[in-house]
Structures are given as C-alpha cells and as structure tokens.
T-cell receptor
Framework: DGGITQSPKYLFRKEGQNVTLSCEQN?????MYWYRQDPGQGLRLIYY???????QKGDIAEGYSVSREKKESFPLTVTSAQKNPTAFYLC?????????????FGEGSRLTVL | AQSVSQHNHHVILSEAASLELGCNYS??????LFWYVQYPGQHLQLLLK??????LVKGIKGFEAEFIKSKFSFNLRKPSVQWSDTAEYFC?????????????????FGKGTLLTVNP
C-alpha cells in the first residue's frame, strides 16, 4: 500500500539529547513537510522540501534540522537547542507538478522529553 | 505572511443540528483555501478545497464551504451533522502559485476546531 510511514510512534528523550524522527513515503511525491501539532495550536510548519537536496525553513525551524538526500526520505532531527520539544510531529508529502493542494499525512510521532 | 484564524476552539452539537465553522485568513492576494479533518485515531485528510471558480465548494461526506473574498472567509458548513463527524477540523491557506513565484507549496493551518457530536 502507498503511503507515509513515520517512526517511531512514541519516543522518550532525556533533556540534552538529540533525536531523529524518520519519515518515508512511497507515493513518488516531490515535496515533503514536517509539522508540529500542539493542543490548541494547530499545525505549525517546521521545514519543507520541494526537491531532493533542497529544503526551506518553515515558521518554527529553530532547534530542528532536516536532510533530503533521497526523494522518499525526509528525516527530522530535534536537537537539544529546541526549548520545548515535547509534541506530536507530523510528516506529510504532496505532488508539486499540477499541485492539487492535497497533503498526505503520516500517523505521527509523539516525542516526550523527560 | 499569511495567517489563519478559526474562531471556535470546541463546538458541541447534537445529531441533526446544522454546523458552521468559521475560518478567516489574512492575505490580500489570491489564495487557495482548504479544510482538513482529523478523525479520532486517523490521519489528517483533505475535506475540500477552493482554487478558483464557483465560491461554493462541496467536499466529502456532505460538507461544503463558501469562499467570500470581501470577508476573507472560508466557512465550513453541513446541514445535518452525524455522530461520525466528531473530529478536529483545520482550515488552511496557501498563496496562489502565481503570487508566490510558482514555487511555494507552503500551507498555513489554523489552530483547529474540535467538533463533538452527541448522539
């Protein structure tokens, strides 16, 4: 089945540690996105990438880093510089050619910093 | 930068009641507008979208939304809700590709409205 796979679903981290969240898609989409979802805050864009080896900062990129070495993969690293990392993280992808505005989302990864 | 406001944080209705969820955006140029829905335990998914043409758009499961340019609004409506409509609803906006140089696919989401429908 085509879709987006995020792992792990749940992750616990001690303060001061970096952690990397995985996002893989087999939809052959060009664009990929990372959003952070907090209760009452909606979805806020962290980073997005429209093509391999290129990515742009979103609205809340501080304390995060990404890479896009392969079309199907867009991992997100939550660094120790992120002040409030406990959150639900959503990865998404979309077409860019003839873009329909539809993002396809993964199931999310819930990160808890202890 | 564009922003999206959803005025209702939590809406509680009984089955068969009518629904209207407000959404306003702040951007003076041409925009594309979306409603996404997140059912309990499921992925976020697209409910409906407006790009151009008829300002009244219809989506899945009997939902519709009306784009009113003069009010910068894109309210979601459903004449009669069901228990299965219980979900969180997100309005989103994207600047039209012509205005963004054709290269910006960035969606800005509102904070969401939680809809609870009681049987």
């Amino acid at each position: 089945d085509g879709g987006i796979t995020q792992s792990p679903k749940y992750l616990f981290r001690k303060e001061g540690q970096n952690v990397t969240l995985s996002c893989e898609q087999n939809l052959n989409h060009d664009a990929m996105y990372w959003y952070r979802q907090d209760p009452g805050q909606g979805l806020r864009l962290i980073y997005y990438s429209q093509i391999v080896n290129d990515f742009q900062k979103g609205d809340i990129a501080e304390g995060y880093s990404v890479s896009r070495e392969k079309k199907e993969s867009f991992p997100l690293t939550v660094t120790s510089a992120q002040k409030n990392p406990t959150a639900f993280y959503l990865c998404a992808s979309s077409w860019t050619g003839g873009w329909t505005g539809e993002l396809f989302f993964g199931e999310g990864s819930r990160l808890t910093v202890l | 930068a564009q922003s999206v406001s959803q005025h209702n944080h939590h809406v509680i209705l009984s089955e068969a009641a009518s629904l209207e969820l407000g959404c306003n955006y702040s951007y003076g140029g041409t925009v594309n507008l979306f409603w996404y829905v997140q059912y309990p335990g499921q992925h976020l998914q697209l409910l409906l979208k407006y790009f151009s043409g008829d300002p009244l758009v219809k989506g899945i499961k009997g939902f519709e939304a009306e784009f009113i340019k003069s009010k910068f609004s894109f309210n979601l409506r459903k004449p009669s809700v069901q228990w299965s409509d219980t979900a969180e609803y997100f309005c989103a906006v994207m600047r039209d590709k012509k205005n963004s140089g054709g290269s910006n696919y960035k969606l800005t989401f509102g904070k969401g409205t939680l809809l609870t429908v009681n049987p």
